[in-house]
C-alpha cells in the first residue's frame, strides 16, 4: 500500500509560515480594535494612536498576502518559491512584488491624503484612491486562485477547497468594504481567515501524528498497530474473505547484519520493503511487525505473487565504513498463510493465526510456507483449552511421579530409576507426551518440574524411614527453567527442607532446545556440583550443538536418545559407536533410553553401554509398584 508522507521540511515550513500568520491575524485584529477607540479622541494619544495602528492596518493586508502566498505555495509545491524554480513561479513572485508596492505605497501615503486622511476633529475618512489599497491584494488573490486551479490535483481535494475558501473569505471581504463605509469587514475577513489557517494546519498536524504512530521507523511501512487499523478501514470498504493474511521472517537475516553491520541491514530491509510495495496493489496492506518480520494482507488471487516473491529476489545495497562497497544478497522468506475466513474477524485474530502458521513452519513443519488449516486451528485451541487445564491440574495436585528402572544390564539389577511425570485427569491417567509440549510453550513446565521434584522427595524421604536401599533418582528439568538465574539453589532448597540425600537426586536436562546459550547451561551444571549434584544430558544425540555441549559442560552421565535405538540401521550404530566411546574416554556413565527388545540390548552391551532403560525390562510404574522393585532389584534374565 502506498505511504503518503509530507517531508520533515515541508511541515516545518509550514508550521513557521502559520505561526508567522497567527501573529498577523493578532495584531491585525488588534489594530483594527483600537482605529474604533483612538477615533474622533481629542488627546495626544488618540492623535498619535489612531494614525500607527491605521499604518498598520494597511501595510498588514500587504504582508498577509505575501504570507499566504508563501502558504500556497508550500502546500502545492513543498517551498515558498522564494528562491529555485517552482510551477507557477511567475506568478507567485509577482505577488510578493505587489506585496513589497503596496507597503512602498502605504509608507508613501503617510506623506499625502490619497488613501485616507483625519480631520480635525482627529476622524478617520477614507481618500481619494482609496481602492488602489483593495486592487493589489484582490489581483494578488486573483493569481493565487488560478495557481491553486491550475495545480489542484498536487493536493487533496480537502485541502484544495480549504485553499479556495481562504481566497474567498477576504475576497467578499473586500467587496464589502468598498460598498459599506464604517465597518472593517476586510480585516474582520482577514482575521478569521488566517484564525482558519491555523486550526486547518493543527487538524493537519493531528493527523500526521496518528499517521506516524502507524509507522515503523526504518521502512516507512505500518508498524502493527497501523496494520490492525488498516485492516479494520479495509473491513468496512470490503470483504475480508478475499484477502489472505502472509506472516513471513526473512530467513538468516543475523547473518547479514554480523556480515555487512546493521546500517546495510537497515539499507537490506528498506529495499526490501521497496521491492514488496511495488507488487501490492493500493487496497493490499504491508507491514514490518519489527526486526525481520513482515506482514501482507493480500487479495486471494495475488497470493501466488507475494509467495513468488518470498522465495528468493536479488537485493543491492552499500556497506563499511564511508559505504563505498557495494554487495548483492538473495533475500528469502520463511511464511506462515492464513486464508481469511471470518468476516467479522478482529484484525488482532488475523494476525495471530498467520503468525502461528508461521511458527508451525518453523518448528514443526520445515516448510518454507505453511497454512493454517481448520485442523492446525483446531490443535492450536484444544492446546489453548489445555493449557488452562493444566495450569488448574497443577494447583490442584492432579500429578504424580511414576519410575521408569534403570537396569544395569551386566547384572540385570536395578540401578536408578527416571522420575516420569503423570497427570490423573478426569478418571483417565495421561502420559507426558500429551501435556509436556504445551507447558513448554506456556512456561507452565516450570512449575510442573518443582512440583515433580517435591514429590520425589516426599516418596524418597518415606522409603528411607522404612528402611529401603534407594538408588539415585534422576529427575527432569526442562531448559526453560534457565531464565531462573538462582535455579540451582531454588532446586538445592527443595532437597533440603525434605531431609533427602543429595546422592540420590541426579539432575536431568534436556540437551535438544537452544532457546539459552550454552554458557547459561555451563554455569548451572556447575552450580549444581558445587551444591553436591549428579547431573546428566538428557536425549544427547538429537540436536544441533551435542559436541559443544559436552566440551562446555562437565555432565556426569550421558542419556542417549532414543532414536539410535529405534532405527539401528548401520550408519546409526557407528555414531552410536563414537558417542559411547567419547562418553568413556571423559569418565561419564552412558545410559541408553527406549530399549524394547532383546536386539537392542544385545547391540548396546556389545558396544559397552552398560545402563539402560525401557520397555524391554520395565515401564514407568507408580509409586507402590517402584518399592516392590527397589526391595527386590533383580530382573530375570
Request: aromatic residues 12%.
Amino acid at each position: 500500500m502506498a505511504l503518503h508522507v509530507i517531508t520533515a521540511d515541508r511541515k516545518s515550513a509550514s508550521n513557521r509560515i502559520v505561526m508567522v500568520s497567527n501573529f498577523l491575524a493578532g495584531v491585525l485584529l488588534i489594530c483594527d480594535y483600537l482605529t474604533y477607540t483612538f477615533d474622533g479622541g481629542s488627546t495626544s494619544a488618540d492623535y498619535y494612536g489612531i494614525r500607527i495602528v491605521n499604518f498598520l492596518e494597511f501595510v498588514l493586508w500587504d504582508v498577509v498576502l505575501f504570507v499566504y502566498a508563501m502558504y500556497v505555495s508550500n502546500q502545492l509545491f513543498g517551498t515558498s518559491g522564494l528562491k529555485g524554480q517552482v510551477p507557477g513561479r511567475k506568478r507567485i513572485r509577482a505577488i510578493y512584488i505587489m506585496s513589497f508596492a503596496g507597503v512602498l505605497l502605504v509608507i508613501a501615503a503617510q506623506f499625502s491624503d490619497f488613501l485616507y486622511y483625519f480631520d480635525k476633529f482627529n476622524v478617520y475618512h477614507r481618500g481619494r484612491l482609496f481602492f488602489i489599497n483593495n486592487i493589489i491584494p484582490a489581483v494578488g488573490l486573483v493569481l493565487l486562485f488560478t495557481v491553486i486551479i491550475q495545480y489542484r490535483k498536487k493536493i487533496e481535494k480537502i485541502k484544495f477547497l480549504t485553499l479556495l475558501m481562504f481566497i474567498i473569505l477576504p475576497s467578499v471581504g473586500m467587496a464589502l468594504q468598498m460598498k459599506f463605509y464604517g465597518f472593517s469587514f476586510s480585516n474582520i475577513a482577514i482575521g478569521f481567515t488566517l484564525l482558519m489557517m491555523f486550526v486547518e494546519n493543527s487538524i493537519l498536524q493531528s493527523r500526521e501524528i496518528l499517521h506516524v504512530s502507524k509507522l515503523e521507523v526504518r521502512t516507512g511501512l505500518f508498524n502493527e498497530h497501523g496494520c490492525i487499523e488498516e485492516l479494520y478501514s479495509l473491513r468496512k470498504k470490503t470483504r475480508l474473505t478475499s484477502y489472505t493474511a502472509v506472516f513471513f521472517d526473512i530467513c538468516k537475516f543475523s547473518e547479514i547484519n554480523r556480515k555487512y553491520g546493521m546500517k546495510a541491514g537497515d539499507q537490506v530491509l528498506k529495499e526490501y520493503a521497496g521491492k514488496l510495495q511495488k507488487i501490492t496493489e493500493s487496497k493490499e496492506i504491508l507491514a514490518r511487525q519489527g526486526s525481520d518480520h513482515f506482514v501482507v494482507i493480500v487479495k486471494k488471487e495475488n497470493l501466488e505473487k507475494i509467495l513468488d516473491f518470498l522465495k528468493g529476489t536479488d537485493i543491492e545495497f552499500s556497506y563499511g565504513f564511508k559505504e563505498d562497497k557495494k554487495a548483492k544478497v538473495k533475500v528469502s522468506a520463511i511464511a506462515g498463510v492464513y486464508e481469511i475466513d471470518d468476516e467479522k474477524m478482529k484484525g488482532e485474530d488475523i494476525l495471530a493465526n498467520a503468525y502461528t502458521a508461521l511458527l508451525y513452519a518453523k518448528t514443526v513443519s520445515k516448510k518454507p510456507v505453511d497454512y493454517m488449516t481448520s485442523e492446525l486451528k483446531e490443535k492450536i485451541d484444544k492446546e489453548r483449552l489445555y493449557g488452562s487445564m493444566l495450569l488448574e491440574g497443577v494447583e490442584k495436585g492432579e500429578f504424580a511421579p511414576f519410575y521408569q528402572p534403570k537396569v544395569d544390564i551386566e547384572n540385570n539389577k536395578l540401578c536408578g530409576a527416571e522420575a516420569l511425570a503423570r497427570w490423573f485427569h478426569g478418571g483417565d491417567v495421561i502420559t507426558p507426551g500429551d501435556f509436556i509440549p504445551v507447558m513448554e510453550k506456556n512456561d507452565s513446565i516450570c512449575t510442573l518440574d518443582f512440583y515433580i521434584l517435591k514429590k520425589v522427595c516426599e516418596d524418597i524421604k518415606e522409603w528411607l524411614a522404612e528402611g529401603l536401599e534407594i538408588p539415585t533418582i534422576s529427575v527432569n528439568f526442562s531448559r526453560r527453567n534457565l531464565v531462573n538465574e538462582n535455579l540451582a539453589k531454588d532446586i538445592d532448597e527443595v532437597v533440603c527442607s525434605m531431609g533427602v540425600p543429595k546422592e540420590l537426586i541426579e539432575i536431568e536436562i534436556t540437551e535438544t532446545n537452544d532457546e539459552f546459550p550454552l554458557g547459561v547451561l555451563k554455569g548451572f551444571v556447575r552450580d549444581l556440583h558445587d551444591l553436591g549434584y549428579k547431573v546428566a544430558v538428557d536425549d544427547f544425540g538429537c540436536g544441533a550443538a551435542s559436541l559443544s555441549l559436552l566440551r562446555e559442560a562437565d555432565f556426569d552421565t550421558l542419556k542417549i536418545d532414543k532414536s539410535f535405538i529405534d532405527n539401528a540401521f548401520e550408519k546409526d550404530i557407528t555414531i552410536l559407536t563414537h558417542i559411547v566411546n567419547l562418553a568413556k574416554a571423559m569418565d561419564m556413565k552412558i545410559v541408553a533410553e527406549g530399549v524394547e527388545n532383546e536386539r537392542q540390548q544385545e547391540t548396546l552391551q556389545g558396544l559397552g553401554v552398560g545402563i539402560v532403560q525401557g520397555f524391554f525390562f520395565d515401564r514407568a510404574v507408580p509409586k507402590e509398584e517402584i518399592v516392590k522393585r527397589i526391595s527386590n532389584k533383580e530382573y530375570a534374565k
